[in-house]
């Protein structure tokens, strides 16, 4: 049997990262939480200055600190941001040594031009980040869209 193929950095590293807590059930690794956001991001999930932009086609874009911090809350380690050409900041994981980037999607083709490493640990609690209550509020309907998809597998 052919395991899936993932589009996200690291996603084969990351297979083998565990949950922390069972607050999601069937969010065991992050391959899970790929495949559960896939049916949930959405235009109202994504950052307001790339909503225009947003399409189910492109699901991951706008997506990525909501999405960072939600993967925080199950596997833990660090959340970490890289400044893009654009000059913003593009978050993702590192967990127990292994880097995942559940949204690098959004950048195309370009998204083999990122380069992980030891980028600045960013805390959710700064004003760039739920400092705004709009990231906030974007991190906790993705969140509670989570918990409704997992509580149904119950």
């Known amino acids: 049997m052919q395991s899936k193929t993932y589009p996200f950095y690291g996603s084969r590293k990351a297979a083998a990262i565990s949950a922390k807590n069972k607050r999601y059930p ?70 127990d040594g292994v880097c995942f980037d559940l949204t690098c999607e959004q950048f195309g083709e370009k998204a083999g031009e990122l380069v992980y490493g030891d980028d600045p640990i960013q805390e959710r609690e700064s004003a760039y980040h739920f400092g705004k209550d709009e990231k906030r509020q974007r991190y906790e309907r993705l969140k509670k869209a989570l918990q409704e998809k997992t509580c149904s597998k119950r």
């Not at 991951?60 to 050409?85: H, K, N, P, Y």
């Open 26 to 95: 069937g969010i065991g690794t992050p391959l899970d939480l790929y495949d559960a956001l896939s049916e949930i991001w959405c235009r109202e999930t994504c950052a307001p200055r790339m909503m225009a932009e947003w399409t189910p086609d492109n699901r991951t874009l706008g997506q990525c600190s909501v999405t960072a911090f939600l993967a925080q809350d199950i596997f833990g380690g660090e959340v970490r941001g890289m400044v893009t050409s654009s000059g913003g900041i593009h978050c993702y994981n590192v967990v």
